[in-house]
């Protein structure tokens, strides 16, 4: 049986341990130890990193009372240097700690029970028996768990094979003795994970934002160093908009929707000025009489070049148009004739360097390399002379 460091002291960072079985399998080692300071994934919370005899974990798995440490690396015999990725380590227990507090207090608030929790690589989440809560009950809630935070409010672990004698937020999932993670006065959890020893180590909660989970709501939330470059990272993006808008930090949202609102509307203003000047090019197209026509365009969309494209096979023209504007668009329309222009797509995309697919009369695609328009071009002359 392994002895778990991490369950009585979850702040040592390293230690030294006997290597008492070892195993080569699928190109890794798999090793046991006597004793180990590294904890598993369980309960929502992910496994500790960290390296053994210098070679970085890989893994950490439990089988029974063991732990099996996965290494891609022979970390040798006998003794061995424990070393763990301490900042990972306090993340952990910061979220975790903070999720026991954030629980207890829905309870107490809203009477609404954690169902799932987990920790992310980005933020932890709760997913509560509620279906919703609204800005003002979260605000409510975070500063119900600052209050509590503030307390500086002792954590206390201990071990207890009589749960009816404990005030535990939830039934424990086994029998027999338990370990259980007490904040004081507020809550008691049965718990195999790592903990921070006060609750203002957790330092900040804030939830940011929510999701409808069935009849549930799910809450995302970040503590501790996590909140703080939360915190660090809005505040340069609202200094940023702040200069560039010149406006009070209260005012840059109603100032950006009406600066979307403005964006909008000269975007449907561009794109009316845009089609009128391209009716009035088709008109100059058709009255010029030529037989294949050949345009390159920029900064319109694909929806436009097909507008071009087809208001001309209407006339009867044979159309080739394109934009090179990322991400690159080209359309070959045949307005008389029966040659099906899907025969030689699979060459004019390969020239392209791109692909695309179409109709019997009008093929389009995405293109990354326009520069042999013209091997396309005689390409497509050489086709379409031979239907006339």
Do not use: W
């Amino acid at each position: 049986m392994t002895e778990k460091i991490y369950l009585s002291d979850a702040y040592c960072r390293e230690s030294t341990a006997r290597i008492l079985g070892k195993e080569f399998r699928d190109g890794n080692f798999f090793i046991r130890l006597d004793r180990t300071i590294f904890c598993p994934a369980g309960g929502g919370q992910p496994a500790d990193g960290g390296t053994i005899n210098g070679q970085p974990i890989m893994e950490l798995a439990s089988e029974i009372d063991d732990i099996i440490h996965v290494l891609g690396a022979d970390p040798g015999q006998g003794e061995a240097r424990l070393q763990l990725d301490f900042s990972r380590r306090y993340d952990h227990m910061q979220q975790h700690t903070a999720q026991h507090l954030l629980s207890q207090i829905l309870l107490k608030l809203f009477s609404a029970p954690t169902l799932s929790f987990a920790i992310g690589p980005e933020h932890a989440s709760i997913e509560i028996g509620r279906p919703a809560l609204d800005e003002q009950e979260i605000v409510l809630l975070e500063n119900e768990c600052a209050d509590r935070i503030f307390a500086n409010l002792p954590i206390h672990i201990f071990e207890s094979d009589d749960s009816n004698a404990l005030h535990l937020r939830k039934p424990p999932k086994r029998q027999g003795k338990i370990r259980v993670v007490e904040i004081a006065g507020l809550d008691q959890s049965a718990c195999g994970g790592t903990h921070l020893r006060s609750s203002a180590e957790i330092g900040l909660l804030k939830i940011i934002k929510t999701d409808r989970v069935r009849a549930n709501v799910r809450l995302y939330y970040k503590s501790g160093f996590r909140a703080l470059g939360d915190y660090q990272l809005k505040h340069e993006v609202t200094q940023r908009l702040q200069r560039a808008i010149t406006q009070p930090l209260t005012d840059i949202p109603i100032q950006i929707e009406m600066l979307l609102k403005e964006k909008d509307e000269l975007r449907r203003a561009l794109k009316k000025a845009q089609r009128r000047e391209l009716e009035r090019e088709i008109v100059a197209e058709v009255a010029a009489g030529r037989d294949l026509i050949v345009r390159e365009f920029s900064a319109i969309d694909a929806a436009e070049l097909r507008f071009f494209a087809t208001a001309l096979m209407k006339h009867g023209r044979q159309v080739l148009v394109y934009s090179t504007t990322p991400p690159g668009h080209i359309i070959i329309g045949r307005g008389r004739g029966v040659f099906d222009l899907r025969q030689i797509g699979s060459a004019i995309f390969a020239l392209l360097e791109g692909k695309g697919g179409g109709a019997e009369n009008l093929i389009e695609g995405r293109g990354q390399n326009f520069s042999k328009i013209p091997e396309i071009i005689a390409l497509l002359r050489a086709r379409l002379a031979r239907q006339d």
